[in-house]
């Protein structure tokens, strides 16, 4: 089976950096994705890694090591419109489907 | 505007009703998908398509019925609901499943069944 475990809730400060973690048992890896989601929004696609690493974009960052079935997602200079729910999802070689974790619920306050 | 558009956005159904919740993407894609979002829980893929082909039944109750008549186009045709039905659901699509890890999503139809 697959699991995606991930903080149910973060609360972070304007302009600070906050890290979110997701930890993932599957059978069959293809790379580890994040997505995030606005209240009463669609989720949308924030960054891929395949390989292990940093991989940048802008203010976000995500990483990956799959020795460690572990990833992140970076955010810094924290803004108050980054407030909304974050996912990560593992793509599954078998199946070629994403599977999502229960998703992070950050809150940036002034 | 994520280029995949749903209707309608918010649904109330009995339990012996038959509604359908409709989905267009307007981004050239060849892969679509159904996901059921409930409080606390994770996205639940429900069915996937790829060419107009059902290639993934994620074990889906036979009340839920989804429909593709072209790659543009997805329906999932709602019958005899059951009151833990109601959540979001959210269609998706990508250019093609090999590259499913990035999907657009819809903004979702909330459905509630009473």
């Known amino acids: 089976g697959q699991s995606l475990e991930q903080p149910s809730e973060v609360t972070a400060v304007e302009g600070a950096i906050v890290q979110i973690n997701c930890t993932y048992q599957?059978?069959?890896?293809?790379?580890l994705s994040w997505y995030q989601q606005h209240d009463g929004g669609a989720p949308t696609f924030l960054s891929y890694?395949?390989?292990?690493g940093l991989e940048e974009t802008g203010r976000f960052s995500s990483f990956l090591s799959r020795s460690d079935s572990y990833g992140y997602l970076l955010l810094q200079e924290l803004q108050m419109k980054d407030s909304a729910s974050y996912f990560c999802?593992?793509?599954?070689?078998?199946?070629?489907?994403?599977?999502f974790g229960t998703g992070t619920r950050l809150l940036v306050s002034p | 505007e994520t280029g995949v558009t749903q209707t309608p956005r918010h649904l109330v159904m009995g339990m012996t009703n038959k509604k359908s919740l409709k989905c267009e993407q307007h981004?050239?894609?060849?892969?679509m998908y159904w996901y059921k979002q409930s409080a606390k829980k994770p996205l639940e893929l429900m069915f996937v398509?790829?060419?107009?082909?059902?290639?993934e039944n994620n074990s889906v109750p036979s009340r839920f019925s989804p429909e593709c008549p072209n790659s543009s186009h997805l329906f999932l045709h709602l019958h005899t609901l059951q009151p833990e039905d109601s959540a979001l659901y959210l269609c998706?699509?990508?250019?093609?499943?090999?590259?499913?890890?990035?999907?657009?999503f819809g903004e979702g139809s909330w459905l509630t069944v009473v």
């Open positions: 890694n395949a390989l292990d």
């Open positions: 599957t059978s069959g890896f293809y790379g």
């Open positions: 981004l050239g894609h060849n892969a």
């Open positions: 998706a699509s990508s250019h093609n499943r090999a590259s499913g890890n990035t999907i657009y």
């Open positions: 398509y790829s060419l107009e082909e059902r290639v």
């Open positions: 999802a593992v793509m599954n070689t078998g199946f070629q489907k994403l599977v």
